[in-house]
């Protein structure tokens, strides 16, 4: 647990304090991270899960995971960049992670999923052809209270059914 920020704290803990309270996908990933006791040998499985929260690897999510792992931030950088699997920039402009972890699932994530990919056109894993939108999925966002949830540019959203996602993407893919 990151403690509370404090004068003199080096600028990379005050950084990963921020961002643990701004976007509850961080304290999600810390979990993760703990999950492997820290360990620096788990830097890929990290960045797998990282990924697979965030869509890509931004730079917070990046020096973050180097903060969590007490790695240099240019071992982590030299990693995601080295390995094909992981992407630094969002291929769309906005995203929609649909969460198919067992919660969501039981809960009708099958059906949202079906619904946004029939709106935009498009299969998980893809970008609209304008680079609007990309879709993806998640194992579990841990967010099982409020499932089935999707994580629309960022924000987690609760209790998501086929129609609210559709009207949340509705703006951004051209009909
Ligand atoms: S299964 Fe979707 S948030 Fe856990």
Known sequence: MIAALA??????????AQLLGSDQRFKILEGHI???QHRQDALIEVLHKAQE???????????????????PASRVYGVAT???FFTLKPPGA?????????ACYVKGSRRVL?????HAHLKAGGTTPDHQLSLL???????????????????????QTPETAVEHIRKWVAS
């Open 7 to 16: 004068p003199g704290k080096p600028k990379a803990a005050v950084r990963a």
């Open 34 to 36: 703990k999950k492997y």
């Open 53 to 71: 929260l965030f869509g890509y690897l931004e730079d917070d999510v990046l020096r973050f995971v180097a903060w969590q792992l007490k790695l």
């Open 82 to 84: 080295f390995y094909h």
């Open 94 to 102: 906005h995203t929609c992670v649909v969460c198919m972890g067992t």
């Open 114 to 118: 079906a619904a946004v990919e029939e």
């Open 137 to 159: 999925t998640a194992r579990c966002i841990g967010a099982c209270g409020i499932a089935p949830a999707v994580v629309y540019d960022g924000t987690v959203t609760p209790r």
